[in-house]
């Protein structure tokens, strides 16, 4: 079965850091980029950071570019985000998600997705 399982989410105060995981199964997770989405109440699903398979190239949203960092460990089927410096409006559920594509393209594009964790980032 195919699975994507996020976790690191938790609560921290603006300024910290956290990282979150995104462990893969179930597919060829060498294959496919790997994309990070948040969705904050009340506000659209948006992409963060996706990590291509083919060429490990990286894309950043520009609310975070900077403070993000997003790598992969494909001996381990694992994404990682890297979050710095963070701020209130960091404060989201964070999704990670795979297109076989390898694109990094938008929402539409990936084909599996996680149940999401919570990043809540107080003041």
């Known amino acids: 079965e195919v699975q994507l399982v996020e976790s690191g989410g938790g609560l921290v105060q603006a300024g910290g850091s956290l990282r979150l995981s995104c462990a893969a199964s179930?597919?060829?997770?060498?294959?496919?980029?790997i994309g990070w989405f948040r969705q904050a109440p009340g506000k659209e699903r948006e992409g963060v950071s996706c990590?291509?398979?083919?060429?490990?190239?990286?894309y950043y949203a520009d609310s975070v570019k900077g403070r993000f960092t997003i790598s992969r460990d494909n001996a381990k089927n694992t994404v990682y985000l890297q979050m710095n410096s963070l701020k209130p409006e960091d404060t989201a559920v964070y999704y990670c998600?795979?297109?076989?594509?390898?694109?990094?393209?938008?929402?539409?594009?990936?084909?599996?997705w996680g149940q999401g964790t919570q990043v809540t980032v107080s003041s």
């Open positions: 998600a795979a297109d076989s594509a390898d694109i990094c393209g938008l929402p539409w594009d990936y084909e599996y």
């Open positions: 990590i291509s398979s083919s060429d490990g190239s990286t």
């Open positions: 179930g597919f060829t997770f060498d294959d496919y980029a």
